[in-house]
């Protein structure tokens, strides 16, 4: 899968996780895709949240992993 696709895809899955975070009062955005990695912001209530690791781990990483080939981890910018 080419790079430019891996991020298409990336934004596609986020869009489809955005609703849950947004729920909650938090909201996502994709920065960046480099090297297997995919780099995002946390804004809204996500900020200072205690469950923002196990969101980004077992939530956005867990999906974008199942969803996207190449995709080796999240982080948080």
């Known amino acids: ?3 430019k696709d891996i ?3 990336v934004v596609e899955t ?3 996780i955005r609703p849950y975070i947004n729920r909650d ?3 996502i955005k994709f920065v960046k895709y480099e090297d ?3 780099y995002v912001k946390m804004m809204g209530a996500c900020v200072g949240c ?3 690791d196990t969101t980004l781990t077992e939530g956005v990483e ?3 992993l ?3 080939p190449g995709i080796i981890g999240v982080e948080h910018i």
């Open 66 to 68: 199942e969803e996207v």
């Open 62 to 64: 867990a999906i974008l």
């Open 50 to 52: 205690a469950a923002l």
């Open 36 to 38: 297997g990695i995919v």
């Open 25 to 27: 009062g938090g909201d």
């Open 14 to 16: 986020i869009a489809k």
């Open 7 to 9: 991020e298409k895809k």
């Open 1 to 3: 899968m080419e790079e």
